[in-house]
């Protein structure tokens, strides 16, 4: 049974950087083709896909957002990090983490997610 | 960068009835990479249709998906209660991800 679950500050003031973990299970992200992505939410809006890293550890980035996001992984420890600089309050959103499998380009599973407040 | 444009913004239908979503691409995209989900309010996305056609895992065949090159169609055959919900489109080209603005089926 595949479970991801993020976890961060709830709350961030304007121009810090947010971390974001995302800590995952039933999978593993050495398995060829297999990615976890980062995809966000603010209230009342869309889904804007945000990065993603696969495991042979190649990296994807939303162009628009591209020199704000950095996403890592630590295979042993099951884990996905995303950090984001410079935070405004625009960037106020719930933050999902899922798992891409090697089968397709959709996210099949996803995190409950985790809402950031941006705010001073 | 592709847009994909989702239609209508909100579909009011009674349980039991049909309904039809339209994802419309900004260009020719593969069917391959087309995706459906459904999000319910306070929850997660769920997928419910990967490569334009195939069901997920768990997901009842009242759920279809069909279309090609620049439009795609989400239809629910009959609605049940928890159907209603918002269902965005998702597209994978070049290495991204889209997802489209999202249509709300909302109990008329």
């Known amino acids: 049974q595949i479970t991801l679950k993020e976890s961060g500050p709830t709350l961030v003031k304007p121009t810090q950087t947010l971390t974001l973990t995302c800590t995952f299970s039933g999978f593993s992200l050495s398995t060829s083709g297999v990615g976890v992505g980062w995809i966000r939410q603010p209230p009342g809006k869309a889904l804007e896909w945000l990065a993603l890293?696969?495991?042979?550890?190649?990296?994807r980035y939303s162009p628009s957002l591209k020199s704000r996001l950095t996403i890592t992984k630590d295979t042993s420890k099951n884990q996905v990090v995303l950090t984001m600089t410079n935070m405004d309050p625009v960037d106020t959103a719930t933050y999902y983490c899922a798992h891409r499998p090697y089968t397709m380009t959709a996210f099949d599973y996803w995190g409950q997610g985790t809402l950031v407040t941006v705010s001073s | 960068e592709i847009v994909l444009t989702q239609s209508p913004g909100t579909l009011s239908l009674s349980p039991g009835e049909r309904a039809t979503l339209s994802c419309r691409a900004s260009q020719s995209v593969s069917s391959s990479y087309l995706a459906w989900y459904h999000q319910k309010p306070g929850q997660a996305p769920r997928l419910l249709i990967h490569g334009a056609s195939s069901r997920a895992t768990g997901i009842p065949d009242r759920f279809s998906g069909s279309g090609s090159g620049t439009d795609f169609t989400l239809t629910i055959s009959r609605l049940e209660p928890e159907d209603f919900a918002v269902y965005y489109c998702q597209h994978y080209d070049n290495s991204l991800w889209t997802f489209g603005q999202g249509t709300k089926v909302e109990i008329k």
């Open positions: 890293i696969y495991w042979d550890d190649d990296k």
